[in-house]
């Protein structure tokens, strides 16, 4: 009788002991499991940041491109207001000296000078390149009214390039010259007399300024000039 009680006991004991061994691993996998859940979690996080952090860059890169070409544009617009500035005052100044010659406008003539046949100046068209005009309105120094005829021709040139070629209407002449708006040399200006077929250039030069308008129909400016 004390056998089996024995054995009944052991058994108890051996159950009892199994049983909490089992109940103790079943613990340490839900602590497993957190533990795992909890890294998946801040890999993620880890992940995003990451990709935060590329996007960020990605951002500072284009930040910095349009940064540069900001900086261009303005060196570029700083350019192009010292080179407005330095038009306007050599406008200024143009106007000025015009202004001081008024009817004394002179003529550095010699009757002993070179003869021209009609030089047959042809202007460049209004197209393609030469999209930009400015005008420029003359009148003869009084020297030159006494001589001057119907046929008598005027132009406006840029280097050896005809940009304006006109008759005189009613004693003025109103030159609408053509440009590509990149012109480094200034305007410069010839006038032909057909009756003596003496060439005068004009000792006034103009800067290519599009839009400009350099004297009036009702107020143009003296052809002050020497002949060739």
């Known amino acids: 009788m004390k056998m089996k009680n024995r054995k009944a006991w052991l058994y108890l004991a051996v159950s009892a002991f199994l049983l909490s061994g089992n109940l103790s691993c079943g613990g340490d996998d839900d602590d497993t499991s957190a533990l795992e859940e909890e890294l998946k979690q ?3 996080a880890l992940k995003k940041l990451e990709e935060s952090n590329k996007q960020l860059d990605e951002t500072n890169k284009k930040l910095e491109k349009e940064k540069e070409s900001l900086n261009e544009k303005n060196k570029q617009l700083d350019e192009a207001n010292k080179k407005l500035d330095d038009l306007l005052n050599k406008i200024s100044e143009l106007e000025q000296n015009s202004q001081n ?3 004394t406008a002179t003529v550095v003539e ?6 021209y046949d009609n030089p047959g100046w042809s202007s460049v068209a209004i197209s393609g390149e030469y999209a930009y005009t400015m005008t420029v309105v003359f009148e003869l120094p009084a020297d030159l009214q006494s001589k001057a005829t119907a046929n008598d ?3 406006a040139f840029v280097g050896d390039e005809c940009r304006s070629v006109e008759k005189a209407i009613n004693g003025v002449y109103l030159l609408t010259i053509v440009g590509t708006g990149e012109e480094e040399e200034d305007v410069t200006f010839r006038y032909w007399n057909a009756e003596n077929h003496y060439m005068y250039e004009s000792t006034i030069k103009v800067p290519f300024t599009s839009d400009l308008i350099f004297g009036v129909v009702d107020s143009p400016k003296k052809f002050d000039c020497r002949q060739m």
């Open 42 to 44: 801040k890999e993620e």
């Open 110 to 115: 010699n009757p002993e000078g070179k003869k």
């Open 101 to 103: 010659a008024g009817d």
């Open 153 to 155: 021709l005027m132009a």
